[in-house]
């Protein structure tokens, strides 16, 4: 979500020039500069200057300040200029990692803005601290093309497959309507479900692709916290980079992203085969009659088909418009052996760290990552217009 840097340049000599002449103020973000922040958040994403309200400060401190594993060192971080004012900052979660069987705390880079030109030395600076950090691992996963210059600048890589989202259409007349309401809100309160219904009734009548097929053997059922955790541990233990949750941390980041009702409700469904073994497991949110925003997509090493079918196969029965989710190599041969499936670039996948076995891992796409460790499910992407 660094969208507030899309028209800011990377630094010039002259700019490299006023940075090294100012003088450098980076610092962790303090509960007492949320006010400032929230400010700034609403002018470099909300294109309004305004002052924060108050459901905007208690997100930012739930998510941003009382996370699990939360300390200074891996937190948030602002820049304040020559006269003591916020004008860059850089909101962050720590995340606990697995990388080759040796637990580590990751960051997770969210929000990136800026004041403004006013503000591109900050921006700079903020980059430059992340940099000599040496970090064992930090990533966004919505990065703008500005952002993901800076994070290249950093010596960080960009991640192609998981900068990509797919989307399955099943319902196109619905599936459509999200564009509609996007680029014309007030059509929300237009009578369009009968029409779009029977429209969608013919398409999948003459056009089958729109219906996924049924996998034979499997089913599946409503799956339990606990359940999703166990699963997790199993299925993404053959990954050399993997989220390292503890209970505690899968129930916080849970809860938090349940509050993101602009998503729908989070849900979870595991799948049996026909000898009643899990062999895999998916988080979404969903709004009834509309789209499934999918998070996590788990399952074990060779029934990927198996699970991204019978995933496929729920959503279309129980109504949804369409799915989508952000693309993981390990899944894309089972993707794109569905019909009605399309990519787009949704934001660069960045990364950045000192291992170079880390780096290693992620080229030959040993790597799990996405979902609950991502800013997908955040409020800050959806609400506080």
């Not at 789209?291 to 949804?320: K, P, S, T």
Request: proline letters at 5%.
């Amino acid at each position: 979500m660094n969208q507030s840097l899309d028209k800011m340049p990377l630094l010039d000599n002259t700019s490299l020039a006023s940075l090294h002449a100012q003088p450098r103020s980076v610092r962790a973000m303090e509960a007492g500069d949320l006010q400032t922040v929230g400010r700034l958040f609403n002018k470099a994403f909300r294109n309004k200057v305004q002052e924060p309200g108050g459901d905007l400060l208690d997100y930012l401190d739930q998510v941003f300040l009382k996370p699990p594993g939360y300390s200074p060192e891996l937190g948030s971080i602002v820049h304040e200029n020559s006269k003591g004012q916020i004008d860059s900052a850089l909101l962050a979660m720590p995340m606990a990692f697995d990388i080759g069987g040796r637990r580590i705390a990751a960051r997770l880079l969210c929000a990136f803005m800026a004041d403004g030109r006013s503000g591109l030395v900050g921006a700079a600076q903020l980059t430059r601290a992340i940099r000599l950090s040496q970090p064992d691992l930090c990533f966004s996963d919505n990065a703008s093309p500005a952002s993901a210059d800076h994070w290249g600048a950093a010596g960080g890589m960009m991640l192609p497959i998981q900068s990509l989202e797919w989307q399955r259409i099943f319902r196109p007349s619905r599936a459509g309507l999200r564009e509609l309401q996007t680029k014309l809100p007030s059509s929300r309160h237009l009578p369009l479900g009968p029409l779009l219904g029977g429209i969608d009734s013919l398409a999948r009548r003459y056009f089958k692709a729109f219906t996924p097929p049924i996998p034979k053997g499997l089913v599946s059922q409503a799956a339990s916290l606990d359940e999703f955790f166990a699963h997790s541990r199993k299925m993404t233990e053959r990954f050399f980079i993997r989220p390292a949750w503890s209970r505690d941390d899968l129930a916080w980041l849970m809860e938090t992203a349940s509050l993101n009702r602009t998503l729908g409700n989070l849900q979870c469904r595991t799948i049996f085969d026909a000898k009643g073994e899990t062999v895999g497991c998916y988080l979404f949110f969903g709004q009834q009659g509309g789209w499934a925003h999918v998070l996590n997509i788990l399952c074990l090493e060779d029934r990927e088909f198996d699970v991204v079918g019978q995933m496929f196969a729920d959503l279309d029965a129980n109504g949804y418009a369409a799915a989508h989710g952000m693309a993981q190599p390990f899944l894309m041969n089972a993707l794109m052996r569905q019909r009605q499936m399309s990519f787009r670039h949704r934001g660069y996948f960045c990364m950045l760290t000192r291992h170079r076995e880390v780096n290693e891992a992620a080229i030959r796409h040993d790597i799990f990552v996405g979902g609950l460790a991502s800013e997908s499910w955040s409020r800050l992407l959806t609400d506080f217009r």
